[in-house]
Structures are given as structure tokens and as C-alpha cells.
């Protein structure tokens, strides 16, 4: 099915261990988002990228890297991780792409990361 | 981007219409009103969006009233399965470089919905 697919579902690091958050989407779609959610909290936006070869911070981007590697994937990367980075990772597209009829994000079933 | 208001937390009867209430009294006229939610860890799932008339689809109706500051999500007949966080989200319409695009979605703490048996 089409949609957005995050990859791993689940992992733990220790503390300043690095890693990287894949994500890939395969509705066309220019804009790709990087969201965390901490416990009972909504929410908030890490980076995006607007379209192929752009990306800006969103709410709360530090200690986060991303790439967008072409219009399909879209990486997050902790270079350091801390017990602060445990939470609830999704991505997410949105925009114009082939037979799209809502305009709204598509997300991903998300990543759960712990750090120790 | 335009703030909004939610209770935090509502009850509806299985089978019963759940309307779940949106202030969004500083909305501009550019942006539109999108209705999301979150059904426990998974990830936040389309329903509905609008400018400024009412909308249906298969899966609710949005009033949005005439002056646009304020607007209910109505699931007609609500199942167990619709108890979920919901989340109104006011968002606006950008044109960039490569065609329209849309700006970025701001999530609030949303409505948690507990449909009862």
C-alpha cells in the first residue's frame, strides 16, 4: 500500500551513540516532515523540507541532523544521543503528487527510540 | 500560524453523534481548518479540512461557521474504535517555487475522545 514507511520501528541506544531515522514515502509528494512526541505531550516538529533539496528547523531541531537524500527519503540523524531524545519518532509527506486528493500529511507508524 | 483552542477531553455514547468543538478565533484568510487524529501510538491520521464552507466525507463533517473563528468536527455515529486524540489545526496555503504547497502543520494538545459502550 502506498504510504509512508519509517525504518527501524523500535531502538535503544546508549548515550552518545549515533544514529540514523530513515524514512521513505512513495505518493510523490514534495514535502517531508520530521515530528517527536514525548509522553501525553502532542506533537512538535524536529526539521522539514519543503521540497527536494531544501530543508529548515521546525520547533525543536537541536541535536538533530537531517538529509534529504532525493524526493522519496528523508533521514534524521542524532549524532550524540541523549536520554532527552527518548520519545516517539514520525515522519510524515505532504503536497501535490499523483492522484492526490486531500492536501493533508500522510504519516508514518513512527519510531521508538530510548536512550539510556 | 493561528492558535487554537480545544477542550481537552470528551465523552460520547457508542452510536451517538460526537462533536468535538475548534476556536480558532485568529484565523486568517488564508488559512484552512484541518481535523486530525491519534489513535493510541500510532501515527495522526487525516479526516477533514476546509476553507470556509462545510464539508463531508466518509469519515465526518466539518462546520466551520460564518466568520470562521470557530468550528466543529462531527463523527455522525461514533464506534468504540473512534475513541483517539483529536486535533484541529489551522494551516496555511503557501505557493513556493515549484507550485502550491501547504505550510506546515502545528499540533496543540488536541481533544482526547473516549467513545463508551
Known amino acids: 500500500n502506498a504510504g509512508v514507511t519509517q525504518t527501524p520501528k523500535f531502538q535503544v541506544l546508549k548515550t552518545g551513540q549515533s544514529m540514523t531515522l530513515q524514512c521513505a514515502q512513495d505518493?510523490?509528494?514534495?514535502?517531508m516532515y520530521w515530528y517527536r512526541q514525548d509522553p501525553g505531550m502532542g506533537l512538535r516538529l524536529i526539521y522539514y523540507s519543503a521540497s527536494e533539496g531544501t530543508t529548515d528547523k521546525g520547533e525543536v531541531p537541536n541535536g538533530y541532523n537531517v538529509s534529504r537524500l532525493n524526493k522519496r527519503e528523508f533521514s534524521l540523524r542524532l549524532e550524540s544521543a541523549a536520554p532527552s531524545q527518548t520519545s516517539v519518532y514520525f515522519c510524515a509527506s505532504s503536497g501535490l503528487g499523483s492522484g492526490a486528493t486531500n492536501y493533508g500529511y500522510t504519516f508514518g507508524s513512527g519510531t521508538r527510540l530510548t536512550v539510556v | 500560524d493561528a492558535k487554537t483552542t480545544q477542550p481537552p477531553s470528551m465523552d460520547c455514547a457508542e452510536g451517538r453523534a460526537a462533536n468535538l468543538p475548534c476556536n480558532h478565533s485568529?484565523?486568517?484568510?488564508?488559512?484552512?481548518v484541518y481535523w486530525y487524529r491519534q489513535i493510541h501510538s500510532q501515527g495522526p491520521q487525516y479526516i477533514i479540512h476546509?476553507?470556509?464552507n462545510n464539508e463531508t466525507n466518509e469519515m465526518a463533517s466539518l462546520i466551520i461557521t460564518e466568520d470562521r473563528k470557530s468550528s466543529t468536527l462531527i463523527l455522525p455515529h461514533a464506534t468504540l474504535r473512534d475513541t483517539a486524540v483529536y486535533y484541529c489545526i489551522v494551516r496555511p496555503r503557501a505557493a513556493n517555487a515549484g507550485g502550491t504547497s501547504y505550510g506546515k502543520l502545528t499540533f496543540g494538545q488536541g481533544t482526547i475522545l473516549t467513545v463508551h459502550p
Open positions: 476546509g476553507l470556509k
Open positions: 505518493m510523490n509528494h514534495n514535502s
Open positions: 485568529t484565523i486568517s484568510g488564508n488559512e484552512y
